[in-house]
């Protein structure tokens, strides 16, 4: 059964830092998506990565897909306060008779602090 | 603004009672799909429609079903709840059967009392 892990759980860091999100999956997947979702509110699509190698970015966020590693990273440079929300990685799992579902890690929660 | 909406936003029922959450696609999007997001449990994917047919089942109680109507918006209907049952339920919606591109909604905040 594929099991998605993110590290850390909970980030407090300043404005002005960088950091990480790394997001850990076991077994073969050929997606892999990082949402962001704010208190209360709905997940919004941030990135897909769809290859080996893929890199993409937005603004202050970058976020890449090691498939051989099963590793996907978050990074997070020059944070500002608007940033602070709970970011998920998700996995599409194995495709079972034409069925296939997301498999999303716990979920890890930015504080940014000024 | 996904596209994607679902009604209501927020509801507050008695335990043992029984609830219907909608949801409507974005237009052309042929799949839904129901999510249940608690604090002990995190996002767990339940089921998934396509085009009105059953696609793929996840961790969803015997107690909930759901359904897909021909005009491609679905309900999930959630029974005997239980207060573990409280937490938001969000549904998302993609073009294919497969997951790519899923959009959510806004989800229905379920507090069972």
């Known amino acids: 059964e594929l099991k998605v892990e993110q590290n850390p759980l909970f980030l407090s860091m300043q404005e002005g830092k960088n950091y990480t999100i790394y997001c850990n999956y076991s077994t073969t997947s050929d997606r892999l998506y990082w949402y962001r979702q704010d208190p209360g509110k709905s997940l919004e699509s941030l990135f897909v990565l769809l290859s080996n190698g893929a890199v993409k970015q937005e603004g202050r966020l970058m976020a890449s897909l090691d498939t051989k590693a099963r590793l996907s990273t978050l990074h997070i440079t020059a944070a500002v306060h608007d940033l602070s929300a709970t970011y998920f990685c998700a996995v599409d799992g194995e495709v079972i008779q034409g069925a296939q579902k997301l498999v999303f890690g716990q979920g890890t929660r930015l504080t940014i602090n000024p | 603004d996904s596209g994607v909406t679902q009604t209501p936003k927020h509801l507050i029922t008695a335990t043992g009672q029984r609830v219907t959450l909608r949801c409507s696609p974005r237009?052309?999007?042929?799949?839904v799909y129901w999510y249940q997001q608690s604090l002990d449990q995190g996002l767990q994917f339940l089921i998934q429609?396509?085009?009105?047919?059953?696609?793929a089942k996840g961790n969803i109680l015997e107690r909930f079903s759901a359904q897909q109507f021909p005009d491609l918006h679905s309900e999930l209907n959630l029974s005997s709840l239980e207060l573990g049952d409280s937490a938001l339920y969000f549904c998302a919606s993609s073009v294919e059967s497969l997951p790519y591109e899923q959009y959510f909604g806004p989800g229905t905040r379920l507090t069972v009392t």
């Open positions: 429609y396509y085009n009105g047919e059953e696609r």
């Open positions: 237009s052309g999007d042929l799949s």
